[in-house]
C-alpha cells in the first residue's frame, strides 16, 4: 500500500502502522536476475543503480512528493540508489529513513534563504584541484565525484553533482606534491564523492603515494560503502587499507535500519584486518531526531567493533532545510544519552560553522553555580553534585621542558 505523507502544515494523525519490509525479499521481488555471484560482486550493484525517476517508479510506489522531487531537482543534484540499498527502503512508508536518504522531496528543490552552495566554505581553501586544507594540520583530499547512493542530505553535492569525476593522474600528483610541500599537514583525508567507489588499484596509487611522504601520519577515508554497498568491502579490500595503516575508515550510518547482517560483515571485516571504523552521523528531522534512535544506531555501532564518533548538526546546505533539526534538539538528545548509556556511545554533537568557520561541539550545560571554592553541577538525573576546587592552581608541567629537548636532540 502507498499512501502520501501528510502535509507538513497539515495536523499530525498517526501514521498507518506496517512492519519493516524484508530486505530478502525485497532482493527476490527487485532484482530476481541477480544471482548471487553477481549480486556478492559490488561492480554489478553500481552498474544496476536505480539511477532516474523512470528505474525508481518501477522498483517502488513513489509518492507525489517524490515525483515531484525527482523532477524539480532533476538539473541540481543527480539520483544513484544501489539496488543493495533499495532492498532497505519500506515501500510502503514515505518516512522510512533509508528512503528518505535516497529519494528527494520537492522540498529539496527550494533554495532556503542562508542556504550556500559551499556550506562548508571550502572552496577558498583549495590550493589545486584535489586539496582542500582549511585547518593548521590535516587535508581533505577530493579523490572522486561518485558515489554508490546520492545521499539527499549530501553537503558536498556541489562535486557530487557530478562533472569533477575521478581525478586525473596529474590532478592527484599535483594533491601529493602539495601534502608533500607542506610539512605541518599530518593528517590527510581522502573524500569525495565516495574514494571506495575507486578500483583497489587506483585506490592503492593514492595511498601509496600519500604513504611516501614521511609527515603524513594519519590517513583516513570517508566513505558509506559500508552502509550502502557492503559487499565493496572485500577481504582484498581490507588486506590493502591494512598494508597503509594507521588508517581510519570513517563511515556514516544514520540509523539502526542500516544496521544488517551486510553491513554488519563490512564493518567487521576492516575491523578483523586492524583497521579502525568510526562512525560520523548527521541528525536529521523526522528521520532520526529522536534520542531513542540514536542510542539504538550507537549500540548497533558498538557490536560491530565501529565508535560513534560525531553526530553532525546537518549543514546549512542547498535545498537541506526540511532536513535540518533546531540546534537544541541534538543538545536535548545527548543529554538523554550522557549518564543512560555507556560513554563510548555518546558521540560529539558537532556543528560546522557556515561559510568555513570549522567545527565547535556542543553538550549540555551540566553546571549549575561556580565559585573559587567550588563547582556546583547538576547530573544526569538532575541532582546536584559540588566539586571541590584545590588549593594549589598552578598546572604548567615542569617536565615539560625536558620532554619537549626530545624533538630537537
Ligand atoms: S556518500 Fe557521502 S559524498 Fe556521497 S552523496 Fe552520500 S554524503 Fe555525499
Redesign the pocket.
Known sequence: MAFEPPDEEAPRGPLPVVRPADPSARRAELFPQASDAEWNDWRWPQRHAARDAASLSRLLPLTDDERAGLDETAKVFRVGVSPYYLTLIDPSHPYCPVRMQAIPRRAEAEVRPGELEDPLGEDPHRPVEAIVHKYPDRVLLLATDT?S???RH?T?RRI?KGGASELTKTQLQLGLDYIASHPEVRDVLIS???PLILSDERLEQVLRGLRAIPHVEIIRIGT?APVTLPMRVTPALAQLLRRYAPLYVVT?FNHGKEVTPEARAACELLVDHGVPVENQAVLMRRLNSDARIIKELNHACLTMRVRPYYLHQMDVAEGCEHLRTPIEKGVEILRELRGFTSGLAVPHLAVDLPGGGGKVTLQPDYVVEKSASETVFRNYRGERYAYPEPTETDCTCPYEEVWQRRAHA
Open positions: 558515489c547512493v546520492y545521499c549530501c558536498r557530487t569525495g564523492g565516495d558509506r556514516h
